[in-house]
């Protein structure tokens, strides 16, 4: 059994303010938001993006499946961009987001890309990419 996992389906992060960092996926990276009820009926929130999706959850967020330690500022991920790199670079500066790294060649899953790297409000660090 080489391959058992398809694909991700979505990741969790832990913010400092869930409106904050809803409003910064939404105008950054055109992400639309979600509300749903938790198992337990509890109050939960995302951002979309095609068939995944990103969870935010606060210190306080009451799931009883969440990280041993949910830590904000400690996520890590490559996002593959709809459009040239370019062009989001340009509507990075369209909408006053600043680039932490980059553009650089980096190695993604399927072979070479070539990135950026931003910070979202909770300094997660976000790197959205083109492969080339």
Known sequence: MSHLIDRIDHIVLTCTDIETTTQWYERTLGFEREFFKGPEGQPRYAVRFGQ????????DTETPTKAGVPTIGSGDFCLISKVPLDDFIQHLQAV??????GPVPRRGAMGPIRSVYLRDPDQNLVE?????
Do not use: F, M, P, R
């Not at 959205?128 to 080339?132: G, L």
């Open 52 to 59: 995944l999706k990103i969870n935010l959850q606060d210190k």
């Open 96 to 101: 006053g987001v600043s680039i932490d790294t």
């Open 128 to 132: 959205v990419a083109e492969y080339v």
